[in-house]
């Protein structure tokens, strides 16, 4: 089985992709940490991509496309949560023919809400670790301030985290989400979660709808 999670930036995606991993053995296929592993590493294309990432603007729609097709094939045969992918409707599009040619799948789409002023203050407050890429935040502090729980090394701030950038991040959301979520609608297979709540409160939503879902 294979999820896409869709929602605004802040909303919880990642934090509910790692939920799914840590549960249900969903392999998390993030194309912002990817993007964000090329920028750290320094590489040509990660070069390329930091500047348009910092700018809160989108990286294009076949770079991203490929960076998700050449992960679909090391990750072939596990269920994947895609998180961050597709954001519009040209990369739906790509997709449906990258998963024609490695036969995947995709059997729910969940749309994660949450309003411009829950994404805001939550934004303001994330560290992330940048070996293991955990998430955390204003109420999933790690034991230690500063420090991930599993690896030990120092969290950082993602770069996009400023408020101007956070709006600009927000806005790019709200041009193409209404299409993308119709597509999923059409195809019967989107389901809504309610990203304001608690963080236990959204996992439990999660928990529902995947209850719900037939071969898991
Ligand atoms: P990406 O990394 O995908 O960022 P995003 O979509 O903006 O979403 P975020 O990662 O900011 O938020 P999230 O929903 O994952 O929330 P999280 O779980 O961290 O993309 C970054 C950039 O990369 C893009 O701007 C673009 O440049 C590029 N890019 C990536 N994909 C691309 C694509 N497909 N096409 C083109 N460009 C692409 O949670 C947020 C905070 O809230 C955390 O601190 C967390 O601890 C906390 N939290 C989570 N849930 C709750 C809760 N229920 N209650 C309280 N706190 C909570
Ligand atoms: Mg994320």
Redesign the pocket.
Known sequence: MNIVLLGP?GTG??TI?QFLHREYGFEQL?T??LLRKEAAAGTPFGKQVEPIMKSGALVSNELVAEIVASNLARLKGKSLVL??FPRNMEQAELFEKIMRVHQVKIDLALNVDSSRETVVRRLSARRQCPKCNK?YGENIPPRKPGVCDACGVPLFQRADDQPEVIEKRFSIYLESAKPLLAYYQGQGILKNVDGNQSVESVFQQVSAVLGQQKGL
Request: proline share 10%; glycine share 30%.
């Open positions: 930036p995606k990642g992709a993030s912002g940490d998180d961050g998430v």
